[in-house]
Protein backbone atom coordinates (compact mmCIF):
# COMPACT_ATOMS: atom_id res chain seq x y z
CA UNK A 1 0.00 0.00 0.00
CA UNK A 2 1.05 3.76 -0.52
CA UNK A 3 2.40 5.79 2.62
CA UNK A 4 3.39 8.91 3.26
CA UNK A 5 5.73 10.01 5.79
CA UNK A 6 6.20 13.25 7.09
CA UNK A 7 8.34 14.22 10.37
CA UNK A 8 8.71 15.97 13.19
CA UNK A 9 5.03 16.39 13.97
CA UNK A 10 5.72 19.82 15.71
CA UNK A 11 9.35 21.78 15.55
CA UNK A 12 10.08 24.91 17.58
CA UNK A 13 13.09 27.08 16.64
CA UNK A 14 14.35 30.07 16.87
CA UNK A 15 14.89 32.66 14.06
CA UNK A 16 18.04 32.11 12.44
CA UNK A 17 18.37 28.52 12.86
CA UNK A 18 18.13 26.14 10.01
CA UNK A 19 15.01 24.24 9.11
CA UNK A 20 15.08 20.48 7.17
CA UNK A 21 11.65 18.87 7.11
CA UNK A 22 11.73 15.08 5.44
CA UNK A 23 9.40 13.51 3.72
CA UNK A 24 8.87 9.72 2.40
CA UNK A 25 6.50 7.94 0.37
CA UNK A 26 6.39 4.57 -0.09
CA UNK A 27 4.98 1.83 -2.64
CA UNK A 28 4.94 4.22 -5.44
CA UNK A 29 7.58 5.46 -7.97
CA UNK A 30 8.12 8.74 -9.58
CA UNK A 31 5.22 10.32 -8.11
CA UNK A 32 4.93 14.03 -8.07
CA UNK A 33 5.56 15.62 -4.71
CA UNK A 34 4.16 19.13 -3.21
CA UNK A 35 5.29 21.11 -0.09
CA UNK A 36 1.71 23.15 0.65
CA UNK A 37 2.10 25.78 3.79
CA UNK A 38 -1.15 26.56 5.87
CA UNK A 39 -0.54 30.03 7.91
CA UNK A 40 -2.55 30.89 11.01
CA UNK A 41 -6.05 31.74 9.58
CA UNK A 42 -5.56 31.11 6.03
CA UNK A 43 -5.29 28.40 3.28
CA UNK A 44 -3.05 26.19 1.79
CA UNK A 45 -0.78 27.91 -0.11
CA UNK A 46 1.57 25.53 -2.92
CA UNK A 47 5.04 26.16 -1.96
CA UNK A 48 7.01 23.42 -4.21
CA UNK A 49 6.36 20.63 -6.08
CA UNK A 50 8.83 18.13 -7.81
CA UNK A 51 8.02 15.52 -10.89
CA UNK A 52 10.83 13.81 -10.41
CA UNK A 53 14.42 13.59 -8.94
CA UNK A 54 16.52 16.88 -8.77
CA UNK A 55 13.55 18.59 -10.24
CA UNK A 56 12.06 21.64 -8.30
CA UNK A 57 9.74 24.36 -9.15
CA UNK A 58 8.76 26.97 -6.83
CA UNK A 59 5.30 28.87 -6.36
CA UNK A 60 6.67 31.43 -4.44
CA UNK A 61 9.57 33.78 -3.56
CA UNK A 62 10.55 32.66 -0.31
CA UNK A 63 13.05 32.33 2.15
CA UNK A 64 12.55 28.30 1.86
CA UNK A 65 14.44 25.63 -0.51
CA UNK A 66 13.28 22.06 -1.16
CA UNK A 67 15.51 19.19 -2.77
CA UNK A 68 14.56 16.15 -4.08
CA UNK A 69 17.79 13.85 -3.52
CA UNK A 70 15.85 10.44 -4.51
CA UNK A 71 12.58 9.17 -6.13
CA UNK A 72 10.75 8.75 -2.95
CA UNK A 73 12.43 11.54 -0.68
CA UNK A 74 11.16 15.27 -0.41
CA UNK A 75 12.98 17.69 1.93
CA UNK A 76 12.17 20.95 2.88
CA UNK A 77 14.99 23.44 4.22
CA UNK A 78 15.94 26.90 5.24
CA UNK A 79 19.10 28.22 5.82
CA UNK A 80 18.09 30.76 8.04
CA UNK A 81 14.36 31.13 9.84
CA UNK A 82 12.02 33.66 9.74
CA UNK A 83 9.18 34.39 12.21
CA UNK A 84 7.05 34.09 9.23
CA UNK A 85 8.00 30.69 8.31
CA UNK A 86 5.65 29.94 11.50
CA UNK A 87 2.97 27.51 10.54
CA UNK A 88 1.57 24.43 9.31
CA UNK A 89 3.78 22.50 6.36
CA UNK A 90 1.95 19.44 4.64
CA UNK A 91 3.46 16.74 2.34
CA UNK A 92 1.81 15.36 -0.32
CA UNK A 93 2.42 13.49 -3.72
CA UNK A 94 -0.09 12.06 -6.40
CA UNK A 95 -0.10 9.71 -9.26
CA UNK A 96 -3.00 11.02 -11.27
CA UNK A 97 -6.33 12.29 -9.98
CA UNK A 98 -5.57 11.33 -5.83
CA UNK A 99 -3.27 13.33 -3.43
CA UNK A 100 -2.36 11.51 -0.58
CA UNK A 101 -1.48 14.28 2.15
CA UNK A 102 1.37 13.63 5.16
CA UNK A 103 0.51 13.89 8.73
CA UNK A 104 1.76 17.30 8.83
CA UNK A 105 4.19 19.64 10.59
CA UNK A 106 3.84 22.10 12.96
CA UNK A 107 6.37 24.91 12.92
CA UNK A 108 6.92 28.31 15.29
CA UNK A 109 9.92 30.53 15.04
CA UNK A 110 10.34 31.95 18.59
CA UNK B 1 -4.74 31.55 -13.46
CA UNK B 2 -6.91 28.36 -12.00
CA UNK B 3 -8.70 29.49 -8.55
CA UNK B 4 -10.77 28.05 -5.91
CA UNK B 5 -13.48 30.62 -4.35
CA UNK B 6 -15.12 28.86 -0.98
CA UNK B 7 -17.45 30.41 1.53
CA UNK B 8 -15.91 31.94 4.47
CA UNK B 9 -16.51 30.74 7.67
CA UNK B 10 -16.15 29.82 10.38
CA UNK B 11 -19.57 28.13 10.26
CA UNK B 12 -21.88 26.70 13.70
CA UNK B 13 -24.48 24.80 12.96
CA UNK B 14 -26.70 22.44 15.92
CA UNK B 15 -26.21 18.44 15.16
CA UNK B 16 -28.68 17.42 12.60
CA UNK B 17 -29.02 20.47 10.84
CA UNK B 18 -28.32 20.52 6.88
CA UNK B 19 -24.92 21.84 5.98
CA UNK B 20 -23.94 23.71 2.93
CA UNK B 21 -20.40 25.02 2.05
CA UNK B 22 -19.88 27.15 -1.27
CA UNK B 23 -17.52 26.64 -3.49
CA UNK B 24 -17.23 28.37 -7.05
CA UNK B 25 -13.68 27.75 -9.50
CA UNK B 26 -12.27 29.26 -12.18
CA UNK B 27 -10.25 27.41 -14.58
CA UNK B 28 -8.77 26.98 -17.63
CA UNK B 29 -9.66 23.31 -19.91
CA UNK B 30 -11.15 20.75 -17.38
CA UNK B 31 -9.90 19.96 -13.95
CA UNK B 32 -11.00 17.15 -10.92
CA UNK B 33 -12.14 18.89 -8.05
CA UNK B 34 -11.57 17.59 -4.76
CA UNK B 35 -12.94 18.05 -1.00
CA UNK B 36 -10.23 17.50 1.73
CA UNK B 37 -11.25 17.92 5.74
CA UNK B 38 -8.71 18.63 8.38
CA UNK B 39 -10.01 17.51 11.45
CA UNK B 40 -8.29 18.90 15.11
CA UNK B 41 -4.60 18.33 15.11
CA UNK B 42 -4.29 16.11 11.88
CA UNK B 43 -3.53 16.45 7.88
CA UNK B 44 -5.57 16.85 5.41
CA UNK B 45 -7.80 13.61 4.32
CA UNK B 46 -9.50 13.32 0.87
CA UNK B 47 -13.18 13.88 1.56
CA UNK B 48 -14.91 13.30 -2.26
CA UNK B 49 -14.00 14.32 -5.79
CA UNK B 50 -15.27 14.63 -8.74
CA UNK B 51 -13.27 14.32 -12.47
CA UNK B 52 -15.83 15.76 -15.00
CA UNK B 53 -19.29 17.63 -15.27
CA UNK B 54 -22.08 16.56 -13.79
CA UNK B 55 -19.99 13.72 -11.57
CA UNK B 56 -20.98 13.48 -8.10
CA UNK B 57 -18.46 13.04 -5.11
CA UNK B 58 -20.12 11.06 -2.00
CA UNK B 59 -18.34 9.86 1.40
CA UNK B 60 -19.40 9.58 4.54
CA UNK B 61 -22.97 11.28 4.07
CA UNK B 62 -21.41 14.08 2.52
CA UNK B 63 -21.88 15.24 -1.23
CA UNK B 64 -20.82 17.41 -3.93
CA UNK B 65 -21.76 17.70 -7.58
CA UNK B 66 -19.34 18.76 -10.40
CA UNK B 67 -21.73 21.61 -12.08
CA UNK B 68 -19.89 23.25 -15.20
CA UNK B 69 -22.16 25.64 -16.01
CA UNK B 70 -22.16 27.45 -12.62
CA UNK B 71 -18.58 26.32 -11.74
CA UNK B 72 -19.62 24.93 -8.86
CA UNK B 73 -18.70 22.36 -6.90
CA UNK B 74 -20.66 23.06 -3.15
CA UNK B 75 -20.49 20.52 -0.27
CA UNK B 76 -23.77 19.51 1.28
CA UNK B 77 -24.89 17.12 3.82
CA UNK B 78 -28.22 16.59 5.24
CA UNK B 79 -27.66 15.83 9.14
CA UNK B 80 -23.76 16.51 10.45
CA UNK B 81 -23.06 15.54 13.74
CA UNK B 82 -20.40 16.52 16.30
CA UNK B 83 -17.79 14.88 14.18
CA UNK B 84 -17.55 16.27 11.40
CA UNK B 85 -16.38 19.38 13.29
CA UNK B 86 -13.48 20.05 11.22
CA UNK B 87 -11.96 22.67 8.33
CA UNK B 88 -13.26 21.62 5.32
CA UNK B 89 -11.29 22.76 2.10
CA UNK B 90 -12.60 22.63 -1.33
CA UNK B 91 -9.46 22.16 -4.05
CA UNK B 92 -9.14 21.27 -8.02
CA UNK B 93 -6.16 20.01 -9.94
CA UNK B 94 -5.09 21.97 -13.01
CA UNK B 95 -4.52 17.94 -14.84
CA UNK B 96 -1.25 19.60 -16.23
CA UNK B 97 1.73 17.39 -16.25
CA UNK B 98 2.61 18.89 -12.70
CA UNK B 99 -1.18 17.96 -11.47
CA UNK B 100 -1.11 20.91 -9.18
CA UNK B 101 -3.52 21.25 -6.70
CA UNK B 102 -5.44 24.91 -5.89
CA UNK B 103 -7.21 25.35 -2.85
CA UNK B 104 -10.14 27.68 -1.52
CA UNK B 105 -9.24 29.44 2.16
CA UNK B 106 -10.83 26.95 4.05
CA UNK B 107 -14.42 26.71 5.83
CA UNK B 108 -14.41 25.85 9.85
CA UNK B 109 -17.25 24.41 10.95
CA UNK B 110 -18.34 23.60 14.26
CA UNK B 111 -21.28 21.34 15.38
CA UNK B 112 -22.64 21.51 18.69
CA UNK B 113 -25.08 19.24 20.60
Known amino acids: SQTIHQWPATLVQPVGSPLSLECTVEGTSNPNLYWYRQAAGRGLQLLFY??????ISSEVPQNLSASRPQDRQFILSSKKLLLSDSGFYLC?????????FGSGTRLTVV | GDSVTQMEGPVTLSEEAFLTINCTYT??????LFWYVQYPGEGLQLLLK?????DKGSNKGFEATYRKETTSFHLEKGSVQVSDSAVYFCALSDQTGANNLFFGTGTRLTVIP
Open chain 2, 50 to 54: ATKAD
Open chain 2, 27 to 32: ATGYPS
Open chain 1, 92 to 100: AWSLQYGYT
Open chain 1, 50 to 55: SVGIGQ
